[in-house]
């Protein structure tokens, strides 16, 4: 199971531990070459309350593809909400993506699991070839929404390598903040919550799964059904 590692003594060889983070990190670094519209993390933060609605309604796309309803997607399920939605990704980078974001190991997407997924497809969607007003999942609403996560992420990402380093949470944050004495160990608590394999970099999807953390879109996580198997 999981990614083949290779020689796993150091931490820091393991920054890059598949072909789809690798593939994500590359999307990552494309558009951010583009830049960002984001001008302060005050503009990220005054637009959570906007994305969290629009994530929240994506519960709908969720039960229509959670076919036998048991408030997970399955593997075979989510093949078909691709075919739906016209995303011709291959079995082997469905699968990878179902392991990335199938954190819990429940063999099925949670809700915030599925939110995390589809953006990471929309990101690796990105062909630039084509044109900026083509909807690339056929859910513009939607679409418009992933596009601000990425855009809020490019904007944390001044180096523009497909991570958010500490340094650049911290520039990010005191740079609002000026003067406030707390704003650094704020940073650091906000990047602590991001990182969760404490390789002291965020990629874009331990920014997502912070992300819905935060607006609470994985507040219902205390009712998840026993594994009556
Ligand atoms: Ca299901
Ligand atoms: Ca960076
Ligand atoms: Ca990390």
């Not at 056929?138 to 992420?153: H, I, K, R, S």
């Not at 390789?199 to 205390?222: P, Q």
Request: net charge negative; proline share 2%; charged share 30%.
């Amino acid at each position: 199971m999981g990614g083949v590692l290779g020689k796993g003594d150091s931490p820091k060889c393991c920054i890059i531990e598949t072909k789809l983070e690798t593939k994500m990190v590359e999307a990552m670094q494309r558009r951010a070459s583009e830049g960002s519209s984001m001008k302060s993390f005050n503009r990220i933060i005054l637009k959570f309350p906007k994305i969290d609605e629009s994530l929240r309604k994506c519960k709908d796309i969720f039960q229509q593809f959670d076919e036998d309803a048991n408030g997970a997607i399955d593997p075979q399920e989510l093949r078909r909400c691709f075919h739906k939605l016209e995303i011709n990704f291959t079995e082997e980078e469905i699968n990878d993506l179902f392991e990335a974001c199938d954190i819990n190991d429940h063999m099925g997407m949670k809700f915030n699991e599925f939110i995390v997924l589809l953006c990471l497809v929309y990101l690796l969607k990105e062909d630039p070839t084509a044109l900026q007003t083509k909807s690339r999942m056929g859910m513009p609403n939607l679409e418009a929404t992933f596009e601000m996560l990425v855009d809020a992420f490019v904007f944390l990402d001044k180096n523009k390598d497909g991570y958010v380093s500490k340094s650049e949470m911290i520039q990010a944050i005191n740079d609002t903040t000026s003067g406030e004495l707390s704003s650094g160990r704020i940073a650091l608590k906000r990047f602590e919550e991001m990182d969760w394999d404490k390789n002291g970099m965020v990629n874009f999807k331990e920014f997502l799964f912070a992300f819905t953390r935060w607006v609470g879109i994985d507040d219902n996580e205390d009712d998840e059904q026993e594994d009556n198997a």
